[in-house]
């Protein structure tokens, strides 16, 4: 059981990325889904989450500019990131949960979340 992150890159300022979460070992229809990042020297953020329902929630730093979605047929997870920024620059990887994204209205840690498998590096340049 396990989720592994594909499609980093480098891309410049204002670009645009498609992250893949794929699932091994389960289906991810029935799990709430969420991607993290770890920029180099810093904490694990939560970024964007997706619910075994359908909801989604994300981060106020990246609203407006990620989305996230779910094609069940391939158990895959997307996060489609554009307008890039210097500081979306991370390591991004996504991980399982149950219930909801969030809890009086803030996405869930990462401690709450398992499955990890491989991240995939995104790199903006400036």
């Known amino acids: 059981v396990q989720l592994q992150a594909f499609g980093g890159g480098l891309v410049q300022s204002g670009g645009s990325l498609r992250l893949s979460c794929v699932a091994s070992?389960?289906?991810?229809?029935?799990?709430?889904i969420g991607w993290f990042r770890q920029a180099p020297g810093s904490e694990h953020k939560g970024v964007s989450c997706?619910?075994?329902?359908?909801?989604?929630k994300s981060a106020e730093s990246v609203k407006g500019r990620f989305t996230i979605s779910r094609d069940s047929a391939k158990n895959t997870v997307y996060l489609q990131m554009s307008s890039l920024k210097p500081e979306d620059t991370a390591v991004y990887y996504c991980?399982?949960?149950?219930?909801?994204?969030?809890?009086?209205?803030?996405?869930?840690?990462?401690?709450?979340?398992?499955?990890w498998g491989q991240g995939t590096l995104v790199t903006v340049s400036s």
């Open positions: 991980g399982r949960t149950a219930g909801p994204c969030a809890r009086l209205g803030v996405l869930r840690g990462r401690d709450e979340f398992g499955g």
């Open positions: 070992g389960f289906a991810l229809d029935g799990y709430t």
């Open positions: 997706i619910s075994s329902d359908g909801s989604t």
